[in-house]
């Protein structure tokens, strides 16, 4: 089964870190390029970030730039998304997301994880 | 950044209806529109993708269709397991932009 499942969310003050994994089964990860989307309690979806097949290029929101770092490991099928200098307005539901273009970048979403919640809260 | 203004922000339906909602991109995206559906508690499921491409696995019954930076998402016969909330996406450009969203229920 083709599958994303994402941990590592949680609670954190204002100015913290996290990192959050997705662990990818039942496709080849090295072929895809990977998204992270994220969704406030109660809103719409956002664009995160990107990272190509190799990892040798990655992309931005600029609301995350500088402060996020979006990286994947191949031989362990995981996607990272490390978080630092954490605001208030990070808090949302965070999503891994498979482009669905197979080695190119397509830009559709085919398939997702069930999402981990980050709450940045003192 | 390419806004998608996506409307209406809610509707009501019955079961059989045939169910319109409707996306404007800012500027030219030439069809690179998708379709998501989400259900509470879930995450989003691609329905259509390059503004009419039906997604492998996705009923029939769902389509989309494009004018310019206009871009329709149809549903032919409402059926009760539809009730969700509809997002178009854009990936003409980075960032990736999505429409606010049309909850839809049943009436």
């Known amino acids: 089964e083709v599958q994303l499942v994402e941990s590592g969310g949680g609670l954190v003050q204002p100015g913290g870190s996290l990192r959050l994994s997705c662990a990818a089964s039942?496709?080849?990860?090295?072929?895809?390029?990977m998204h992270w989307v994220r969704q406030d309690p109660g809103k719409g979806l956002v664009w995160v970030s990107r990272?190509?097949?190799?990892?040798?290029?990655?992309s931005y929101a600029d609301s995350v730039k500088g402060r996020f770092t979006i990286s994947r490991d191949n031989a362990k099928n995981t996607l990272y998304l490390q978080m630092n200098s954490l605001r208030v307005e990070d808090t949302a539901v965070y999503y891994c997301?498979?482009?669905?273009?197979?080695?190119?970048?397509?830009?559709?979403?085919?398939?997702w994880g069930q999402g981990t919640m980050v709450t940045v809260s003192s | 950044d390419i806004q998608m203004t996506q409307s209406p922000s809610s509707l009501s339906a019955s079961v059989g209806d045939r169910v319109t909602i409707t996306c404007q991109a800012s500027?030219?995206?030439?069809?690179?529109l998708n379709w998501y559906q989400q259900k509470p508690g879930k995450a989003p499921k691609l329905l259509i993708y390059?503004?009419?491409d039906l997604e492998t696995g996705v009923p029939s019954r769902f389509s989309g269709s494009a004018s310019g930076t206009d871009f329709t998402f149809t549903i032919s016969s409402l059926q009760p397991e539809d009730i969700a909330t509809y997002y178009c996406?854009?990936?003409?450009?980075?960032?990736?932009?999505f429409g606010q969203g049309t909850k839809l229920q049943i009436k």
């Open positions: 390059d503004a009419s």
């Open positions: 990272i190509i097949t190799d990892g040798s290029r990655t």
């Open positions: 039942g496709f080849t990860f090295s072929g895809y390029w």
């Open positions: 996406q854009q990936y003409e450009n980075l960032p990736f932009t």
């Open positions: 997301a498979r482009d669905r273009g197979n080695y190119y970048g397509h830009g559709a979403f085919d398939i």
């Open positions: 500027q030219d995206i030439n069809n690179y």
